[in-house]
Every structure is written in C-alpha cells, then in structure tokens.
C-alpha cells in the first residue's frame, strides 16, 4: 500500500496571507490527524477527520481549520498567517473505526512565513 | 501541551551499545506508540503497547510499560549509526488523538 501523502512538501508564505495544505491517507483508512511541530512546542495535535465529520480538536486558533473529502483525503486551512506558525506539519491516517489506533505519518509540509 | 516528560532530552552512544530512552505521563492512557523522526522528516511508527501489556518486542526494539508509574521505556539493542534520529512517545486515550513527549535526540557513534 503506498503511504500517507502530503502536498505540498515546502511552503513559503508571507505574514497574512492564508494557505492550504493536503494530505492523501493510506488507502482504505477513514481518520485523518493533523499535527504540528515547532523547535518551542514540540508536536501539538491540531484536529481529526472521520468519515467528513471533525471529531477531535486540539488547543488551536479559529485561524486553523480543515475538512475531508468522501474519498478520505483532507485538507487544511491556516488564514491571515503569523510568524509563529512557521512549522512541519504532518498528517496522519488510522484504519480502524473506533477507539484507539496506530497512527501512520506523512513526510510533512514544512511552512515558511515570512 | 506535553503529555509529559522523555528522559533523557539527548543520548550519545557506540555503534554496537545499547540504547535506552524512558517516557513518563500524566494521564490514563488507552496505549502508548514509540516514534522514530530523522531530520525534521515524518514520524516512522515503530510499536504500540497497550496498557494492559507490559513489555513487547520488536527486531531489536523492547518496550515496557508501567502503568502505576505512568512511564515507559524503549530499549534498543545492538545500535547502529542508522538509528541516529529523535525518538518520541506519544500516547492515546479514549479519542484518536496521540499526545507526544519532547523527544530524546539519540546520536550514534561509528
């Protein structure tokens, strides 16, 4: 099976402006997860797809925002962009249905803002 | 925020040497995953335990799990300079939904 996808791989970006990064899960999975790292924060979890619907949502502004299509794949938004949110961020899907799963990274999106 | 703490923050060691890094949390965990990142790339998952286990295995990879003590270890054994990278845990409770420690910076030595 080929892995999780991410596009695109870097992103440069200025302050303001608003951007969108895409994920492609594994074939066959329906939960998508959004992380983002920092040297300062570390991994932080931004929010989770199933089936179209956000089930979880980490501790982040209205600015960050996202939505999965029917064929699972998912996107994410980061409007009127800041500094501080130059990072990596990295997609994950999960198999199962319910409950607690392994989760299979992407290579990330590393976001520049200047 | 951190779900807790991994120790230690950087390990430096000899090709051949064993290698262990601990993890200790904060909450009720459902399981707990060990993560390998090299340079800044993607997360390589590399075992899960769940916490009514104790200790599991994989290749040169042992894992334990304390639950009463909210910690867990990764031991890896034989090391090899490809296994330079940051190691992280990162655990799940009810929700899909992993909280990661700040990692351990292992650095293997030829």
């Known amino acids: 099976k080929a892995g999780v996808t991410q596009t695109p791989r870097y992103l440069i970006k200025t302050r303001g402006q608003q951007v969108t990064l895409s994920c492609s899960p594994i074939?066959?999975?329906?939960?998508v997860s959004w992380y983002q790292q920092t040297p300062g924060q570390g991994l932080q979890f931004l929010f989770e797809?199933?089936?179209?619907?956000?089930?979880n949502k980490g501790n982040f502004p209205g600015r960050f925002s996202g939505r999965q299509f029917s064929n699972s794949r998912s996107e994410m938004n980061v409007s009127t962009l800041e500094l501080g949110d130059s990072a990596l961020y990295l997609c994950a899907s999960s198999g199962r249905q319910g409950g607690a799963d392994t989760q299979y990274f992407g290579p990330g999106t590393r976001l520049t803002v200047l | 925020s951190q779900q807790g703490e991994e120790d230690p923050q950087a390990l430096s060691i000899q090709e051949g040497e064993n290698a262990t890094m601990n993890c200790s949390y904060k909450?009720?965990?459902?399981?707990l995953q060990w993560y390998r990142q090299n340079s800044g790339r993607g997360l390589v998952h590399l075992i899960l335990?769940?916490?009514?286990?104790r200790e599991k295995h994989s290749g040169r990879l042992r894992v334990t799990l304390d639950t009463s003590k909210k910690s867990s270890s990764l031991l890896i054994t034989a090391s090899r300079a490809a296994d330079t990278a940051s190691y992280f845990c990162a655990t799940m409770g009810g929700a899909q939904k992993l909280v990661f420690g700040q990692g351990t910076r292992l650095t293997i030595n030829p």
């Open positions: 074939s066959g999975h329906r939960s």
């Open positions: 909450t009720s965990i459902n399981n």
């Open positions: 797809y199933f089936s179209e619907t956000q089930r």
């Open positions: 335990i769940r916490s009514n286990e």
